[in-house]
């Protein structure tokens, strides 16, 4: 009695990468571009933050310097 979970001797099983699939997809190129543009956002968001955190605050003019004419 043959059952359909023998193996053969001349069979043999390929083994399924996903990495292989998507070296051969034709939106390889899209995909990173696309994850080059979200790294760049988030560099760019990260700069930002930081920016804000390290800016020096501007002084305030003070009120007595404004009431004066200005110099020529």
Not at 5 to 24: I, P
Not at 28 to 57: C, D, E
């Amino acid at each position: 009695m043959a059952t359909d979970t023998q193996k053969y001797a001349g069979e043999h099983e390929t083994r399924h990468s996903a990495l292989e699939e998507f070296s051969r997809d034709e939106r390889r190129p899209a995909v990173l571009l696309l994850s080059a543009l979200v790294i760049a956002v988030l560099f760019f968001a990260i700069g930002m933050i930081v920016g804000r955190w390290t800016a020096q605050p501007k002084p305030m003019p003070s009120p007595a310097s404004s009431n004066q004419p200005p110099r020529h």
